[in-house]
């Protein structure tokens, strides 16, 4: 990974993954204030929840087709031609039945509406992206073995379960702003081609099954994540994004995590830099973005870091200077002295 390429991380997730405690709408609130909401409706002798209000039919219309269909391919055999782009946004769709007959179609957007049902979209076998953003899914029922599908969206929408979801050749996966608890019900033995997935914003409280050996980079922050397991499954993920989540302890990182580069796991609740050590087992690390814990105000913060993990090239946003470099390894050469000194006096 690139010196620029870190600073784009960055910037980026400084614009996409504010704090929980902020007004950002594109982030599912904390779920222990809807909690908190159920019990005081329990108190005060609330009536059930009424049933979700039902959608008013809107189907997919020929101008609707008309103005979204584009791209005219040679089709399969080379004796034809068919549309194979289809976009259609911001419309309050909840049928999208007739796109089954466009069996052509690669690329495919329905952002913006109001779906529920997606099982259409599994006669689009030839499909290669799907985005389904701020829609109204609370599955992924219905996708079907889309066999060529790489890219999927389905951002923003209220999924709580991924049972169902076998994609073979699915390369990216984006589930931002769902209400997921945990990724349990994935079946990882039939996404074997997923190396970006994107989980920021959901209600995740730890990172259990997520066995996905093949996966590069893993997008985890504004979560309520306290603990980690399963990373020893993750053994070629080069970033890891643990941004605004609640963990206090450094537990459950691996040795078989030989390819991690980034760590970010800023805002969580990191006390003591004795955890630091935790790190010593992920020989790629190069980058670790630390700050806003509350270990980042102890005294001698970054040097304490650099003794624990020498072969670190970036704290925060500041690379480490060769005096720092120097000063830490004559730092930890004195503690092994003296240590070595006090076992020999005993």
């Given at each position: 990974?690139?010196?620029?390429?870190?600073?784009?991380?960055?910037?980026?997730?400084?614009?996409?993954?504010?704090?929980?405690?902020?007004?950002?709408?594109?982030?599912?609130?904390?779920?222990?204030?809807?909690?908190?909401?159920?019990?005081?409706?329990?108190?005060?002798?609330?009536?059930?929840?009424?049933?979700?209000?039902?959608?008013p039919h809107v189907p997919i219309t020929e101008e609707m087709l008309k103005e979204g269909l584009s791209l005219l391919c040679k089709t399969g055999n080379g004796l034809a031609h068919a549309f194979v782009?289809?976009?259609?946004k911001e419309k309050e769709l909840t049928d999208i039945s007739p796109v089954q007959s466009f069996i052509h179609l690669r690329y495919v957007d329905f952002s913006q509406n109001a779906l529920r049902d997606?099982?259409?979209?599994?006669?689009?076998?030839?499909?290669?992206?799907?985005?389904?953003?701020?829609?109204?899914?609370?599955?992924?029922?219905?996708?079907?073995?889309?066999?060529?599908?790489?890219?999927?969206?389905?951002?923003?929408?209220?999924?709580?379960?991924?049972?169902?979801?076998?994609?073979?050749?699915?390369?990216?996966?984006?589930?931002?702003?769902?209400?997921?608890?945990?990724?349990?019900?994935?079946?990882?033995?039939?996404?074997?081609?997923?190396?970006?997935?994107?989980?920021?914003?959901?209600?995740?409280?730890?990172?259990?099954?997520?066995?996905?050996?093949?996966?590069?980079?893993?997008?985890?922050?504004?979560?309520?994540?306290?603990?980690?397991?399963?990373?020893?499954?993750?053994?070629?993920?080069?970033?890891?994004?643990?941004?605004?989540?609640?963990?206090?302890?450094?537990?459950?990182?691996?040795?078989?995590?030989?390819?991690?580069?980034?760590?970010?796991?800023?805002?969580?609740?990191?006390?003591?830099?004795?955890?630091?050590?935790?790190?010593?087992?992920?020989?790629?690390?190069?980058?670790?973005?630390?700050?806003?814990?509350?270990?980042?105000e102890e005294e001698g913060y970054r040097m304490e870091v650099l003794i624990a993990l020498p072969n670190l090239q970036r704290l925060d946003k500041e690379f480490f200077e060769e005096e720092e470099r120097?000063?830490?390894?004559?730092?930890?050469?004195?503690?092994?002295?003296?240590?070595?000194?006090?076992?020999?006096?005993?």
């Open positions: 990974m690139s010196d620029a390429e870190d600073e784009v991380l960055e910037e980026e997730e400084q614009e996409t993954e504010e704090p929980q405690s902020g007004a950002n709408p594109d982030v599912t609130l904390d779920p222990d204030d809807n909690e908190e909401e159920e019990k005081d409706k329990e108190e005060e002798g609330a009536e059930e929840p009424e049933p979700e209000e039902e959608l782009k289809l976009e259609i997606i099982s259409p979209v599994a006669a689009l076998t030839h499909l290669l992206s799907l985005r389904l953003d701020q829609n109204q899914l609370l599955n992924v029922a219905g996708l079907g073995e889309l066999p060529y599908l790489q890219i999927a969206s389905l951002a923003q929408n209220r999924i709580q379960t991924l049972q169902g979801l076998a994609l073979p050749r699915l390369e990216s996966l984006n589930l931002i702003g769902n209400e997921l608890r945990t990724v349990d019900s994935l079946d990882c033995s039939k996404l074997c081609s997923l190396h970006t997935l994107e989980l920021r914003g959901n209600q995740l409280q730890s990172t259990a099954g997520l066995n996905l050996p093949n996966l590069r980079e893993l997008y985890l922050a504004q979560n309520n994540i306290k603990s980690l397991e399963g990373l020893e499954y993750l053994v070629h993920l080069t970033s890891l994004h643990l941004r605004d989540n609640q963990l206090e302890i450094l537990d459950g990182f691996s040795e078989k995590m030989q390819a991690l580069q980034y760590l970010n796991i800023r805002g969580n609740l990191v006390s003591n830099l004795l955890e630091i050590p935790k790190l010593q087992c992920l020989p790629m690390l190069r980058a670790l973005v630390l700050r806003e814990n509350p270990c980042d120097m000063e830490a390894a004559e730092t930890l050469k004195t503690r092994l002295e003296e240590k070595m000194e006090e076992s020999m006096t005993e």
